[in-house]
């Protein structure tokens, strides 16, 4: 299932939520609770990238197991900065760098999402999460990442630190990921906040998808690892 690894993930996407794109209530709901109703996840792997990070990578299918290290690297040319360093513990093969490159190191002109502004609802509000729930405009998405399209967005609000902590992914209709057909989705991303940068990075993803293959139902586990963020 090597193939179903091609940066599906939210990291290779351009997230912003702003405040003139939510509803009234929502930004209500930030004012009264003093949180910012702007917010940026680093677009770690657009053109405009700055920050230089350590990815691993862990892909569970059935009872195999893939582990692989790479770091993004800002400063080299663009189609080039995602570099794999090993897979198992061992050197990449030809075969190897050539997969992990068609799945990584494709230009990412014009990957932005727009959301829908109708989208925007509070699903809960307790003691110690805001959460919000959004969609995206699928015409509005590339066609490599089209799926989240069919995707409803859950973004959770710490009210102690006034933080987003994660994002959540579930599928509202059956997905085709590279040509395979996906029917369960699940994917959580974690975010830290950084007062230096003035900016949310994400520190992990983990990803669970239901795949029918070849007649029968494939379980795909995936956790990325992000670490060593640094501006060069």
């Known amino acids: ?8 993930l939210l990291f290779a996407l351009l997230f912003g939520l702003s405040a003139s794109a939510q509803s009234d209530e929502v930004k209500e709901k930030f004012a009264e609770y003093q949180m910012s109703a702007d917010l940026i996840i680093q677009n770690i792997k657009d053109a405009d990238a700055e920050y230089y990070f350590d990815l691993k990578s862990t892909t569970l299918n059935g009872r195999n197991i893939k582990v692989e290290v790479s770091h993004f690297e800002p400063t080299q040319a663009e189609g080039n900065r995602c570099i794999l360093e090993s897979i198992d513990g061992n050197l990449p093969s030809a ?3 050539k997969t992990f490159d068609n799945a990584n190191n494709t230009k990412q002109n014009g990957i932005n999402g727009t959301i829908e502004h109708a989208s925007w609802q509070i699903v809960r509000d307790n003691a110690e999460y805001l959460t919000v729930s959004f969609v995206y405009e699928k015409s509005s998405l590339p066609k490599k990442y089209s799926f989240l399209g069919d995707c409803n967005a859950l973004a959770y609000f710490n009210k102690k630190s006034k933080t987003l902590e994660k994002i959540q ?4 209709a059956p997905l085709t990921i590279k040509s395979n057909e996906v029917f369960l989705l699940d ?3 974690y975010c830290d906040w950084s007062d230096i940068a003035q900016a949310y990075f994400i520190s992990s993803e983990t990803m669970r998808m239901s795949v029918y293959l070849n007649e029968q139902v494939v379980v795909v586990k995936e956790t990325n690892e992000y670490s060593n963020y640094r501006k060069l």
């Open 187 to 189: 994917m959580t991303v």
């Open 95 to 97: 075969a190897d760098l």
């Open 169 to 172: 992914f579930l599928n509202s």
């Open 1 to 8: 299932m090597s193939y179903m690894k091609h940066s599906i």
